[in-house]
């Protein structure tokens, strides 16, 4: 979930091609789709323009059944240490900086989506 038109472009373009993912531009979006839909990873922006942030989201997210333990990754401009800190003792599963390092960034993905076991829904 990125409210960011260019970075669902770039994360469509990325990861579109070897996985099925479902873009979503707004929070409200997102835990419409999370009702009815269940996901391996979780990707979210930490800023979002004019709605709750993404730890608040994430903190939503995970109140819903089937989603309590789904690995989410924040994709996010802040890159200090004590903001990764603080992203990561939120629930986060792991912490990518934008601007993305594109190998990193696909690396990351294949580890969550394809090496580590799914917990039953």
Known sequence: ????????????????????????ATAK???????????????????LEGEITGIELLSEIRKMPGHEYTPAVAVTAFAFDEDREQILSSGF???IAKPIAIKRFKEMVKNYVEDQEVIPQ
């Open 29 to 47: 979006e997102a835990l419409q789709i999370l009702e009815t839909n269940f996901f391996n990873l979780i990707l979210l922006d930490i800023r």
């Open 1 to 24: 979930m990125d409210d960011d038109l260019q970075s669902r472009l770039l994360i469509g373009y990325l990861i579109g091609k070897f996985y099925d993912i479902t873009l979503c």
């Open 93 to 95: 599963a792991d912490y």
